[in-house]
């Protein structure tokens, strides 16, 4: 079957460029088969992915099309240990790019904070798609008192046990709570709450980009500035990933990528890269933006247990979002202590 999409892009990309564009026609067996894990927000992200593919294109339009394929992860399978002791965040994709080398599958779907920072060899980050609120939120249990919209972290009672497997998230709370008690809690959005209502933790920790996208707003959580709490590199960002050598899908792909998500992504990615911390240290990145169109990124790094941090800004022209990212990230790893990054 021929590929190839209309000629001008659609707005429903999310930035796509407005000028005329025409992807050369190419012949493609059906169904294109889309990796993803099986979360409920997992296949929310693969279905909206390809519900913008098939509105970008419409000769994909046509009956079975797309094809899903549901592929456990290790990080998936192992929910009593941390992924800090487990090997790191690939392990949200290990799986899924062994299948995509293995040609089971032609697409990968993840969450962009998932993926490591250097893909595998033969692997590529081919699409970035627009950027859902990148901020954390606060979620109390049904026991504590409330608290105060102003001051999230501040307001809570002393002694609290908050809930999170996240050690970027711990140590920033340590860092100004070190009364509060940190334990761990894993499994998808769904789980960590019913484990809140269960009393498994007082309060915990989300990304408030999971929650809308799964439509759920639990009783008095709180959004998070990011400056306050500055979030994962790359949440609120899908990525998908392809072969290499899958031209024809670059291409593709290349009329749904969102340019402000491709900015901001490769400035923390890069950031991210230039500190190349183990998967034990915490570090935080967030790009943004400017009215002007400038980009501006905050990093972060820091000790599991809150008790050294560092945050630092830049901003610069977006065209140097690489460049920024290395520059920033550079900057945080020489005035760290080198444990940190041991």
């Known amino acids: 079957m021929s590929l190839a999409h209309p000629g001008p892009r659609s707005s429903h990309g999310g930035g796509a460029s407005a000028e005329a564009t025409r992807v050369r026609p190419h012949m493609r067996s059906l169904p294109l088969r889309v990796g993803t894990r099986g979360s409920p927000l997992a296949l929310w992200q693969t279905r909206c992915f390809v519900g913008m593919v098939t509105h970008f294109c419409p000769v994909l339009r046509a009956a079975n099309a797309f094809e899903e394929h549901v592929i456990q992860t290790s990080g998936d399978r192992i929910q009593d240990r941390r992924l800090a002791d487990l090997g790191g965040k690939g392990l949200f994709a290990k799986e ?28 590529v980050l081919a699409c970035t798609l627009k950027r859902e609120d ?45 009364d509060l008690r940190v334990g761990m809690i ?11 209502e269960e009393g498994e933790a007082d309060a915990t920790l989300l990304a408030l980009a999971g929650l809308r996208r799964m439509e759920l707003a639990p009783e008095g959580m709180m959004v998070i500035d990011p400056e306050a709490m500055v979030p994962a590199a790359g949440q609120g960002i899908v990525g998908v990933t392809v072969r290499a050598e899958d031209t024809e899908l670059h291409e593709l792909l290349s009329g749904i990528e969102d340019r402000e998500a491709r900015a901001v992504s490769r400035a923390e990615r890069a950031l991210l890269a230039s500190l190349d911390g183990s998967c034990r240290t915490p570090i935080g990145g967030h790009a943004r933006l400017l009215p002007d169109g400038r980009l501006h990124l905050t990093g972060l790094v820091a000790r599991a247990d809150g008790s050294f941090l560092l945050k630092r800004s830049l901003h610069g022209p977006a065209a140097d979002a690489e460049r920024i990212g290395v520059e920033l990230g550079s900057s945080l790893r020489a005035d760290s202590p080198a444990d940190i990054f041991g």
């Open 96 to 123: 899924i790019h062994e299948a995509l080398l293995d040609g089971r599958i032609d697409f990968a779907v993840h969450s962009l904070k998932d993926l490591e920072t250097e893909m595998p060899p033969g692997v």
């Open 134 to 178: 990148s901020r954390d939120v606060l979620i109390p249990g049904p026991h504590l008192p409330p608290l105060d919209p102003s001051d999230p972290i501040g307001s809570i009672p002393a002694g609290t046990r908050l809930g999170t497997a996240s050690l970027r998230r711990q140590a920033q709370v340590l860092h100004v709570r070190p």
């Open 186 to 196: 894993r499994g998808n959005i769904q789980s960590r709450l019913r484990k809140l």
